[in-house]
């Protein structure tokens, strides 16, 4: 799903562009500080010549370092900005406690990405287990729900549910957490109703990527298809302050127990331009297939003014290194073929005249898409996903001073002192 994406802008290229190591020089900070400039949008990163490496612009560096004085920033105006040792995105890659993200997803299963992001520790062979008496629970809450109900109405009942069945979780001491954590994500994907269709065992891969298929789709499973949807767990663990995980560090705070930080991303997440955005991608290649290309599609969008739908992020210039991940292991997937092509056509006809590149939610189409699954799927993979993300923020931010992001708001309506309104009253006659 798309952190906070949008449309890709166009640079042009300055008379001066600087390398990741002048640059560097030039703010008097390390190469790292630079990429965390990028990812606070403070600073404009281009592909180098030949694609190796990053240029910046001459003129935007040296506005950052008068702005700065050449000394760390603490945040662009009107943006929160503060240190976290989780997730750094830089030049078109990023990195999980400053290892490649990409890399970890495609070697490792979600859990042990997961147990990475919290605990710095890898543990291979990692599985989490949902507790018989919380998942009955959720099960319950979620089986009360109206029929028309979507995927993320029923997490956000079933983290309500777990909530309830554990009298721990006010205790927010580190084991506590991560022990309600290593529970709460089973219990998401179990307590979601199987999709009707043919039962299959032929697939052997465990985790949490098995357990979610048949919620996603009633097709039978096979080895190449869960090591996409394993890796896309594992690669959207987490995005730095994406919007979701901004809330859930806003609740974590004000101490909100975990269960409650979780709540605070999910309701977020809803939003078409975070965790929905997959859906909109979805759509648009069932689209592109039933016409036969993509070029009456697009030319509907933006016909009607519409965005299209999977193309561009602010935080990449080039293609979202998680769709570049996926997309090379949904090649290895011959029943994904046709949306792949789809996927291409559209990235192909879209950036005839505009540099735009695809983002995560277009490769969830395509996986979405070619397995059978609904519309929302991508927005289901996401949110399960990216609790472990939001857990990991929950305990950095519980090891900070509570409710330190309390920004003041600016005022723009009337001066006081007004009169008291007129109107009727109670009681008058």
């Known amino acids: 799903m798309t952190d906070q994406a949008g449309a890709a802008g166009f640079t042009e290229p300055s008379a001066q562009r ?16 630079v990429y965390a400039y990028v990812s606070r949008g403070q600073l404009t990163s281009n592909r180098a010549p030949g694609g190796r490496g990053s240029t910046f612009d001459a003129a935007e560096v040296d506005a950052l370092a008068r702005r700065t004085g050449r000394r760390e920033p603490t945040a662009a105006a009107g943006a929160l900005s503060f240190p976290t040792g989780i997730t750094l995105i830089g030049s078109d890659q990023y990195f999980f406690r400053g290892v490649d993200a990409t890399e970890l997803a495609r070697r490792h299963t979600y859990e042990e990405v997961a147990e990475w992001l919290w605990t710095g520790e890898l543990r291979p062979g990692m599985r989490f287990t949902a507790p018989a008496e919380t998942l009955a629970a959720a099960r319950r809450a979620v089986g009360a729900l109206p029929a028309h109900c979507g995927a993320t109405d029923r997490l956000r009942v079933a983290v309500v549910a777990a909530a309830a069945a554990d009298p721990l979780r006010f205790d927010l001491s580190r084991e506590a957490v991560l022990g309600g954590a290593r529970s709460l994500i089973p219990t998401l994907a179990a307590a979601l109703p199987t999709v009707a269709g043919e039962a299959s065992e032929a697939a052997a891969r465990p985790g949490l990527a098995r357990q979610l298929w048949p919620k996603l789709t009633g097709r039978p499973a096979d080895e190449a298809s869960l090591a996409v949807l394993d890796t896309a767990l594992g690669l959207l663990i987490d995005h730095d302050l994406a919007a979701s995980t901004l809330a859930a560090r806003v609740a974590a705070s004000a101490r909100a127990h975990p269960y409650a930080v979780v709540s605070a991303g999910l309701g977020v997440l809803e939003g078409p331009l975070h ?13 592109v297939l039933e016409r036969g290309g993509a070029a009456p599609v697009v030319a509907d969008h933006l016909r009607s003014g519409r965005r299209i739908p999977g193309l561009g992020h602010r935080l990449y210039a080039g293609e979202d290194p998680r769709a570049h991940t996926l997309f090379a292991l949904l090649a290895e997937v011959p029943r994904a073929a046709p949306a792949l092509a789809a996927a291409r056509d559209v990235v192909a ?9 695809a983002n995560v939610d277009l490769a969830l189409a395509v996986l979405s898409v070619s397995s059978g699954m609904a519309v929302e799927a991508g927005e289901t993979v996401f949110a399960i996903s990216r609790t472990a993300g939001w857990i990991a923020h929950a305990l950095e931010e519980y090891g900070e001073r509570p409710l330190r992001m309390r920004p003041s708001g600016q005022y723009t309506g009337p001066r006081p002192p007004q009169p008291l309104p007129s109107g009727y009253a109670p009681g008058s006659q």
């Open 18 to 33: 600087l390398t990741t190591r002048e640059t560097a020089e030039r703010l008097g900070v390390k190469p790292e500080t």
């Open 275 to 287: 965790g929905a955005a997959s859906g909109l991608a979805h759509r648009m290649l069932t689209e």
């Open 349 to 357: 006809t879209t950036t005839r005249h505009k540099p735009l590149h």
